[in-house]
């Protein structure tokens, strides 16, 4: 069974950072993109940040310039950095991957849990 896992989230004053990691637990083949959404309160799921095999990224226009997605191939973990955060950015961050899976040889899409952050003006 393949499982993702999320930490990092906490509570940060407006124009303060923080870093998420996520995790493979599992055996896997290979990851294909991995990356970050968010849902706050009452709002969809949206997303924050992918980044492709090739390293080719993608982020949410409300978070360029601010957050930076990145990975440890090695470690089957990706990271986001997010610096000059907003109480906009309040959500619950949910790490994703669309991985093929050593056991049955499936590509599918894969969720964490989400952590919880929250910032404060």
């Known amino acids: 069974q393949v499982l993702l896992g999320e930490s990092g989230g906490d509570l940060v004053q407006f124009g303060g950072s923080l870093r998420l990691s996520c995790n493979v637990f599992?055996?896997?083949?290979?990851?294909?993109?991995m990356g970050w959404y968010r849902q706050a309160p009452g709002s969809q799921r949206e997303l924050v940040a992918l980044?492709?095999?090739?390293?080719?990224?993608n982020y949410a226009d409300s978070v360029k310039g601010r957050f930076t997605i990145s990975r440890d191939n090695a470690e089957h973990s990706w990271y986001l950095q997010m610096n000059s955060l907003k109480p906009e950015d309040t959500a619950v961050y949910l790490c994703?991957?669309?991985?093929?899976?050593?056991?049955?040889?499936?590509?599918?899409?894969?969720w964490g849990q989400g952590t919880r952050v929250t910032v404060s003006s």
């Open positions: 994703y991957a669309n991985l093929r899976d050593a056991t049955y040889l499936r590509s599918r899409d894969y």
């Open positions: 980044i492709a095999s090739d390293g080719t990224t």
């Open positions: 599992g055996s896997i083949v290979s990851i294909s993109s």
